[in-house]
């Protein structure tokens, strides 16, 4: 059973983050397979973790995409730099997270999510920096 509250903070937080588009199709694409899932990633990510008052989500943008480059899950990296539009991390921000993945997750980590974060901020004019 779904918690009505954190589930519409976590909705909120959410749209804010990764725009309107993304969740409404995210919501369209929901069957009744997934449709726990992602009544638990709002609540429990958005709802709960990315709703937090002690960081900005400037702050928790950069820590996700370090963390998402560290453990190689590409899609949701690009989904993530993408959201950076939204959340006040610059194209300068997400180029120190992947310096410091470099450093503590390894190199290849960080090139591959520097070519990434390169062909996100290049569709929306901001991979030259």
């Keep these: 059973m779904a918690d009505t509250s954190r589930f519409e903070q976590g909705m909120a937080t959410r749209r804010s983050v990764l725009g309107d588009t993304y969740v ?26 990315w709703s937090r008052p002690g960081l900005s989500k400037r702050e928790r943008s950069m820590l996700t995409v370090a963390l998402l480059a560290a453990m190689g899950h590409d899609e949701e990296l690009a989904m993530h730099v993408r959201a950076t539009a939204n959340t006040g991390a610059t194209p300068d921000d997400i180029k120190e997270a992947l310096l410091h993945v470099a450093v503590y997750a390894g190199v290849p980590a960080a090139n591959r999510a520097f070519r990434i974060a390169k062909e996100e901020l290049a569709k929306r004019g901001g991979g030259d920096k």
């Design 24 to 49: 409404d199709g995210a919501t369209a694409r929901k069957t009744p397979f997934d449709e726990d899932f992602q009544s638990f990633i709002t609540e429990a990510a958005w709802g709960t973790v």
